[in-house]
């Protein structure tokens, strides 16, 4: 078995067979898994050249005698099986593909066995069909017939699933069959990963042929691909700041060129293997990192997106949105073994893979990550130098949640880093703030920033910026002081009318007033929901529950607070106003970088 992809025509050329150990459980598919790969094959085959793959995934497989047994993809593989049962009738080499049964076996699995030989045998009285399967013939059945209105129409179809549907194959070295706790520890990150191979993974293997140097090259993909976890490993011994030195070491060196060095100094617990292979590893001296079964992400980007940034980088194309809208797999040249954008293509690939890894440096070293699960929603950064450490975290924080294009700041902000070294934060500081400014531009008064005229929620997230940063200005007492201090940036998605839209609980305002930003905060959608159209008093108590905890949702939604509590009459359309002129204020002054 080589390191090419496999379609269910080339398993057939190949005379390859397999096996499903009984370890593994059993065919689990229903309607919804199979109607969506069959629509998503017939959309793919539609909107695509004849030749066009459609990659299913990745199969791992240990060779047994004559036969692969099937680590993972049984699922997958059992799925084409019972396609070509039913597709056979319009495409007849997927008869050869059955091979009377003999492509596929359940070991110790005998009803399963009977079943699949009496249905490829044309048996219509089956005394005990699997259930599973036995819906998933009727259902690609009748798909086929409801879907195609003509034989050539469904033969068509049947031809390009033999043809084009993909997979590639990682075969487990012999060692693992001797290891049944290696062996199922693998199998249970395969599971935990629950989902098919990625583009990135299928470009690696392709940017590997006709590659001399294909074990280094693939160490560093890597080593760079797991954003769930930092390049450099830290140890629980080491301080933050020896464990700073190192990633500041390691900077140094691909500054100075030195990649290979640089290269050593990163975590080293991946795979040497080649592209499409576990490696000639002993099973068990084989470790498993915890993080490839984790399911919270640690990074802003993925590592799809940092790829098509470092290509962007690196090709100096000056990518904008419809770049970043590319499909990976549309920008590999088959000709070349490389990767290509209109003119553009990389023609040392050593070269491309050191500055892979430079720039993941850079973004562990500094940009934010995210802490904890998805409902935590924490931030940390490694870089710490100088005074800004807490301004830059949470500033990094605002772009993320705001939604902004990654690349508006990310890409600018990498750029330089790699042209140039930043003395501290408070520099990187200015640098991400200038950036920033230039892709937005504040309406030119205070009434163009109403909700019926369609504002922009970054604004929202830049005053809470602000007055996070200006604290003391902003806000008179310690506690209020401390409880602003503690605001975390989540991805509120929802415009808040702290004077209801609806109004029968509360004094009656103008439209205008209504809508105007004076009386607008950003919260989320099940807040809002709660607040509903109650009266103002009603929701103040919400919110001073949140400062009570430290939990504020809008620092400036707590603004507006404090603001009515100061007024005998409470928030009434004369405080909103005030309010609304010192947040627009604000906004003007969040502009001018000392």
């Known amino acids: 078995m ?98 009377d049964g003999k492509r596929l076996k359940f070991i110790s699995r005998t009803r399963d066995n009977e079943y699949l030989a009496a249905v490829i045998n044309r048996q219509t009285d089956v005394l005990d069909p699997n259930r599973k399967m036995n819906e998933a013939v009727k259902f690609i059945s009748n798909f086929m017939l409801s879907q195609f209105p003509s034989d050539d129409l469904r033969e068509k179809f049947a031809r390009n ?45 392709m940017l590997m042929k006709g590659e001399d140097n294909k074990d280094h090259l693939t160490r560093i993909w890597n080593a760079v691909c797991d954003l769930n976890r930092p390049v450099i490993r830290r140890d629980e011994k080491e301080s933050e700041e020896y464990y700073r030195s190192k990633y500041e070491y390691a900077i140094g060196l691909c500054r100075n060129h030195n990649y290979d060095e640089a290269f050593k100094s990163c975590e080293s617990s991946y795979d040497s293997e080649d592209n499409n292979t576990i490696g000639d590893i002993e099973a068990e001296q084989h470790k498993f990192d915890q993080s490839f079964a984790e399911s919270s992400e640690r990074s802003l980007i993925t590592f799809p997106e940092f790829l098509m940034m470092v290509f962007d980088l690196y090709l100096n194309l000056s990518g904008s949105y419809s770049f970043y809208r590319q499909e990976l797999l549309k920008l590999y040249d088959p000709q070349s073994y490389t990767i290509r954008y209109d003119s553009h293509s990389i023609s040392d690939k050593q070269d491309f893979y050191n500055q892979l890894l430079f720039y993941r440096l850079l973004l562990d070293y500094y940009i934010v990550y995210k802490e904890g699960d998805e409902t935590a929603n924490k931030y940390n950064i490694i870089f710490k130098k100088g005074s800004s450490a807490e301004a830059l975290k949470q500033y990094q924080s605002m772009l993320y949640v705001s939604q902004t294009p990654f690349y508006n700041w990310l890409k600018p902000v990498l750029e330089r880093l790699h042209n140039e070294p930043v003395q501290d934060t408070n520099q990187l500081l200015v640098w991400i703030k200038r950036i920033d400014n230039s892709t937005h531009v504040l309406p030119a008064s205070v009434e163009e920033m109403a909700y019926d005229k369609g504002i922009d929620r970054y604004w929202f997230w830049r005053l809470d910026y602000y007055l996070w940063e200006r604290k003391e200005e902003y806000f008179d007492s310690e506690e209020e002081r401390q409880i602003v201090d503690e605001y975390v940036f989540r991805s509120n998605r929802s415009i808040e009318h702290l004077h209801p839209q609806h109004q029968e609980n509360n004094d009656v305002w103008d439209e205008e007033d209504i809508h105007s930003l004076g009386n607008l905060a950003m919260i989320s959608q099940s807040f809002n929901s709660q607040q509903s159209d109650d009266p103002v008093t009603v929701k103040f108590a919400r919110i001073m529950d949140q400062a009570h905890n430290h939990a504020l949702q809008s620092i400036k939604m707590f603004r507006m607070y404090l603001d009515a509590e100061k007024s005998p009459s409470g928030w009434k359309v004369d405080i909103k106003n005030e309010h609304q002129a010192k947040m ?10 000392e």
């Open 161 to 205: 699933i033999y043809h084009r549907m993909s997979f590639f194959f990682s075969e487990l070295p012999d060692s693992y069959a001797n290891s049944p706790t290696s062996l199922n520890k693998y199998f249970e990150a395969m599971n935990a990963g629950g989902k098919g191979l990625e583009q990135h993974e299928i470009l690696k293997v």
């Open 584 to 593: 627009y204020d604000l906004l003007i002054k969040s502009f001018h970088i």
């Open 2 to 99: 080589n390191t090419y992809r496999y379609t269910p025509e080339k398993i057939v050329r190949e005379k390859l067979y397999f096996s499903i150990p009984l370890y593994q459980r059993l065919f689990s598919w229903g309607e919804e898994q199979i109607k969506g790969l069959l629509y998503d094959l017939e959309n793919h085959f539609e909107t695509t050249c004849d030749d066009t793959p459609y990659y299913l995934g990745m199969l791992s497989c240990i060779r047994s005698g004559n036969h692969y047994d099937l680590i993972d993809g049984q699922q997958r593989f059992t799925v084409m099986t019972l396609f070509a049962i039913v597709l056979r009738d319009y495409y007849k080499e997927w008869d050869g593909f059955l091979d």
